[in-house]
T-cell receptor, first 110, second 116 residues
Framework: GQQLNQSPQSMFIQEGEDVSMNCTSS?????WLWYKQDPGEGPVLLIA?????ELTSNGRLTAQFGITRKDSFLNISASIPSDVGIYFC??????????FGKGTRLHILP | GAVVSQHPSWVICKSGTSVKIECRSL??????MFWYRQFPKQSLMLMATSNEGSKATYEQGVEKDKFLINHASLTLSTLTVTSAHPEDSSFYICSARAGVTTDTQYFGPGTRLTVL
């Protein structure tokens, strides 16, 4: 089945630093999605990408849908303490199902 | 954005009992709802897709007789874990979508199930 490779698995950064994470897939997706999940909560949609090459921003977050439709990245600029959490990429294919990556755990050092 | 609720938020039960988890779309009608399971420090794995008024479609490896899904109305889907065992302990998350496949799926806050 379809699999998403998300990297890095975890990140330890200083407050104020920029963050970058990415996802690659062996299959083409029609939609790429980025979610954030806090402990004990459901995932919250951050950015949705619908077209190959699309670059979309949401505040300090920027994400791009790769030209090949098999990859996407998420950047967070000037990180703040509330950015701590788990970030999941997800792809949605023609069958409408959402496949999640394994997540990137973001830690911000005091 | 749209709001999806789950009840209960957590439940502890004895092995062998059945547990029902509700997923409600509060401010929109959900033609399709999805059920996911998430083990600790793991990703979300799709268990099944349910459309209002029809039988759920289960992912490979998910036992339909163990995880009963009922989507009886456009705002409510239920997941019943039958004869629960400790290995069923997990975080169960639902999502709901209003209409066509391009519509956004809105996720609920999850239900933590612990089977003793």
């Amino acid at each position: 089945g379809q699999q998403l490779n998300q990297s890095p698995q975890s990140m330890f950064i200083q407050e104020g630093e920029d963050v970058s994470m990415n996802c690659t897939s062996s299959s083409i997706f029609n939609t790429w999605l980025w979610y954030k999940q806090d402990p004990g909560e459901g995932p919250v949609l951050l950015i949705a990408l619908y077209k190959a090459g699309e670059l979309t921003s949401n505040g300090r977050l920027t994400a791009q849908f790769g030209i090949t439709r098999k990859d996407s990245f998420l950047n967070i600029s000037a990180s703040i303490p509330s950015d701590v959490g788990i970030y999941f990429c997800a792809g949605q294919g023609a069958d409408d199902k959402i496949i999640f990556g394994k997540g990137t755990r973001l830690h911000i050092l005091p | 954005g749209a709001v999806v609720s789950q009840h209960p938020s957590w439940v502890i039960c004895k092995s062998g009992t059945s547990v029902k988890i509700e997923c409600r779309s509060l401010d929109f009608q959900a033609t399709t709802m999805f059920w996911y399971r998430q083990f600790p420090k793991q990703s979300l794995m799709l268990m099944a897709t349910s459309n209002e008024g029809s039988k759920a479609t289960y992912e490979q490896g998910v036992e339909k007789d163990k995880f009963l899904i009922n989507h009886a109305s456009l705002t409510l889907s239920t997941l019943t874990v039958t004869s629960a065992h400790p290995e069923d302990s997990s975080f169960y998350i639902c999502s709901a979508r209003a209409g066509v496949t391009t519509d956004t799926q809105y996720f609920g806050p999850g239900t933590r199930l612990t089977v003793l």
